[in-house]
């Protein structure tokens, strides 16, 4: 059986790729760090009882700014496989706390590469690296794929290209199998709920049923190529089943602006939208209510910001036989089938639902 470490299981592609490990008979490790609330929702499902004689999921506490803790848990665990996917991952949040940002995400890749060389498992372990499109920035070249030049355009982006080039450093100087997935924008039910896409599915859920009145997001200008979680770590995977190591795009090669996944998100709640204005007096329309639903919030605007991302993931179609399986109207459906569960125990909840429980005790 192969025993695989994930950091950041309990965010979005931790929760899937966990998932995914155990469907393919993985002993699937985890690092969850110490909250004061529980964080680990995305996972509960997976969770079992650390009384249980035979476990195949198990949790540790870590943080990827404690190599000592890192050290200790990878010595313990004695991976196959290493997924490092934890990171301070928002990019707005990065222009506040960079350098916290720095130390989880560039120096926490170093220090998982340094525990791998320090315990000598550069011959039994792989290591694989959660770059990202952000890297890109400021873009040289359209499509962008392995050799397009990077220009990182945020703190959290500068120290995710500390992280790939550290990995491929490592797999150069010490012969460590260690790859870079760098991932276009992926999502899901599952994703954050202040990342853009989420956001806005929660949203016009939440506006269908009455329980808000407006959306205001930042720049609606801004275009992404977006797929499904779900696919994405299917990629991950592969990445690490290849005889020699190397670094890989993983993309659906389409790009939307952020204007037009708002749109398909109203239109998947039947309600129509209109746009008007320019920049920041841009709103959207209910089309024949005439009501303002989306109005633009400067607040959410990035000191640099990433204006168009398209990526072009042909050698992992050719060498991992790769390719997404979700169109972006799956996702869109997806995720609003369960931001609606979600906001109809919320309405419910708010209108009658813990007077009934009260009557019932
Ligand atoms: P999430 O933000 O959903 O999850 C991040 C995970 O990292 C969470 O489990 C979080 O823990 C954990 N984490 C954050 N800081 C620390 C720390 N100091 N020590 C230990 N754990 C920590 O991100 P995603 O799942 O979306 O992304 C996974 C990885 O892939 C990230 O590295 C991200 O930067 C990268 N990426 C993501 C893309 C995407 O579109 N989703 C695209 C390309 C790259 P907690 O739950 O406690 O907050
Ligand atoms: P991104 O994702 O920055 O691409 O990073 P995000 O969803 O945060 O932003 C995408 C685009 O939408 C614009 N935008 C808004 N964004 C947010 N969060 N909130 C808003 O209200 C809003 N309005 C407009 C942004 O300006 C941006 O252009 C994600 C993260 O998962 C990274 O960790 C990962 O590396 C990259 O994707 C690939």
């Given amino acids: 059986m192969k025993r695989a470490l994930i950091t950041g299981i309990t965010g979005q592609d ?38 249980e004689e035979k476990r195949n999921f198990i949790l540790h506490y870590g943080d990827m700014t404690d190599s000592t803790n890192l050290i200790r848990i990878i010595q313990d665990v004695q991976p196959d496989e290493i997924y490092n996917l934890a990171a301070q991952s928002h990019v707005q949040v990065s222009f506040e706390t960079p350098e916290y940002t720095a130390n989880a995400d560039a120096l926490g890749t170093l220090r998982i590469l340094e525990a791998i060389r320090i315990l000598k498992l550069e011959k039994k372990n792989r290591f694989y690296q959660a770059s990202t499109s952000e890297l890109y920035g400021k873009v040289q070249a359209v499509p962008q794929n392995e ?27 010490y012969g460590i199998y260690g790859c870079n997935g760098i991932l276009f ?48 770590v299917e990629g991950m995977w592969l990445i690490l089943q290849q005889d020699q190591p190397d670094d890989y795009v993983l993309a ?43 109005e633009v919030d400067p607040r959410y605007f990035r ?15 050719e060498k991992l036989g790769w390719k997404p399986k ?35 005790e």
Avoid at 154 to 169: C, E, F, H, M
Avoid at 262 to 284: C, L, N, Y
Wanted: charged share 30%; glycine share 8%; aromatic share 12%.
């Fill in 252 to 294: 659906t090669g389409e790009t939307h602006e952020i204007r037009e996944f708002v749109t398909m998100a109203f239109a998947e709640v039947g309600i129509p939208i209109r746009w008007k204005g320019e920049g920041v007096d841009e709103k959207g329309y209910h089309a024949e209510t005439g009501e303002v639903l989306v």
């Fill in 185 to 232: 924008n992926h999502e899901s039910p599952l994703r954050g709920e202040t990342f853009v896409t989420r956001k806005i599915t929660r949203a016009v859920c939440r506006i269908k049923l009455g329980l808000q009145k407006k959306l205001y997001l930042g720049n609606l200008n801004a275009k992404r190529d977006w797929g499904h979680a779900r696919d994405y």
């Fill in 14 to 51: 931790g929760a899937y790729l966990a998932e995914f490990l155990l469907s393919k008979g993985y002993e699937v490790h985890g690092i969850k760090r110490r909250s004061s609330l529980f964080n680990t929702h995305r996972i509960d499902h997976l969770y079992q009882d650390p009384h």
């Fill in 326 to 360: 979700h169109t972006l109207q799956d996702l869109v459906k997806e995720m609003i089938a369960s931001d609606m569960e979600e906001a109809k125990r919320d309405h419910l909840l708010k209108t009658e639902g813990y007077k009934t429980y009260r009557f019932q």
């Fill in 303 to 317: 000191p640099t910001e990433v204006d168009l991302l398209l990526g072009d993931a042909t050698k992992a179609r």
């Fill in 147 to 173: 050799k397009t030049p990077f220009y990182p355009r945020s703190p959290y982006a500068v120290a995710k290209l500390y992280g790939y080039w550290i990995t491929v450093n490592y797999r150069e100087a």
